[in-house]
């Protein structure tokens, strides 16, 4: 054999081996693609289809998709809304590397829900985006399950709002309450009941935390507030014994070791024109006594911290027209100010409103709010 024919079958055979091994490879790919339970599409720049997979084939036909619409050489973007169209535009023009989208697709037998993900198809050597792989899943499962807890957690927060107090409207004491839950459930609860005729006890509480538990725990506390308000009557009685109820309750489950609250009671005495509380871990409360105001400031570790809490009161004398504000930390928060400078704002805003809670109320409504927001106006003379 001449040395130009053994070059030549060399070469050959060069050939014969790099072309051998790719084939193998993409034999291998499109084997795997194909065996993929997920849906599967591969769409070139313009959105046209270039593969799908059985899986794709497969639910279009038992679902009653066009075949047409759906397969090879079909223009995927004609069968996608405008938003979805944007989204995979945003994979093939490589502003994102992939995107997932959420979406339902119903059929007359029953709901189903799907999660579309994009992802970019380039070319080996110098990365060209020359398409997309698009895969859907089948998230109707979790689906269906967010929505039967979000249906739940609707009725949890409609149960909560539905055992607020009315207000209590007398010659001497006007006492509202007013609260916008997070998301979630609210952990922030407040009640008021008459001991007799002349004494009201008054209860702001703050679970720690956010949500679910926070929210559930509130709805074990609120169940005991009308016992231990109207049995024990004053603020260190009433302090001690929700103290004991957390070490009781709460501390009993492995779980909630580390569960507590800040919360502030009023005892109002509207013969004797005296106000006793205890405020434990709360930003405080606000009253003012014509132009004169008083803060009424934490003086206690939060409710549940201690085993045994040394607990003592503070008492307080009014002589005209009074207004107090109760709040929890979720107001502050939301005004996105420190402690100090919230008090300030809430003195000055308590100074120019005709109508205290109206006026709160409105405020709160409008703040772009970051926790559970609760406020307890309180109207003496």
Request: glycine share 6%; charged share 25%; with cysteine.
């Amino acid at each position: 054999m001449s040395g130009a024919a053994e070059s030549k079958d060399v070469r050959r055979n060069d050939r014969t081996m790099k072309k051998g091994p790719t084939a193998s490879m993409e034999k291998i790919s499109e084997t795997i693609v194909e065996s993929l339970t997920h849906h599967v599409a591969v769409i070139n720049q313009s959105g046209r289809i270039i593969k799908v997979n059985r899986a794709w084939k497969k639910y279009a036909k038992e679902n009653g998709g066009d075949p047409e619409k759906l397969s090879a050489g079909a223009d995927y973007f004609a069968v996608c809304d405008r938003q979805t169209v944007a989204s995979i535009r945003e994979v093939l023009d490589g502003t994102k590397e992939n995107v997932q989208i959420e979406y339902p697709c119903h059929t007359i037998r029953d709901k189903k829900w799907f999660a579309m993900n994009v992802t970019a198809l380039t070319e080996s050597e110098d990365h060209v985006i020359s398409g997309a792989i698009i895969t859907h899943f089948d998230v109707t499962e979790r689906k269906v399950m967010e929505l039967r807890q979000l249906k739940e957690l609707e009725m949890a927060k409609t149960i909560q709002r539905r055992v607020l107090l009315d207000p209590i409207v007398k010659d001497q004491i006007i006492v509202k309450g007013f609260y916008l839950a997070s998301d979630q459930l609210s952990g922030d609860l407040y009640a008021w009941y008459e001991i007799d005729e002349h004494r009201t006890g008054i209860i702001l509480l703050d679970i720690m935390g956010h949500g679910l538990s926070s929210g559930m725990i509130s709805m074990a506390i609120r169940s005991m507030l009308e016992r231990i308000i109207t049995e024990f009557q004053e603020p260190e009685k009433v302090y001690l014994e929700l103290n004991k109820q957390f070490q009781l309750f709460f501390k009993s489950g492995q779980g909630y070791r580390n569960f507590f609250c800040t919360g502030i009671y009023l005892l109002i005495d509207t013969r004797q024109k005296s106000l006793s509380y205890f405020n434990a871990g709360q930003p405080g409360g606000v009253l003012l006594d014509g132009q004169q105001f008083t803060l009424l400031k934490s003086s206690l570790v939060p409710i549940g911290l201690l085993t045994e809490p040394n607990v003592q009161s503070t008492t307080i004398q009014w002589a005209g027209e009074t207004n107090i504000l109760l709040y929890t930390d979720g107001l502050t928060d939301s005004l996105s100010m420190r402690l100090s400078e919230g008090e300030k704002f809430l003195i000055s805003e308590m100074n120019k409103a005709d109508n205290i809670f109206s006026h709160f109320a409105e405020l709160i409504s409008e703040l772009e709010r970051k926790d559970d927001v609760a406020i307890v106006s309180i109207c003496l003379t």
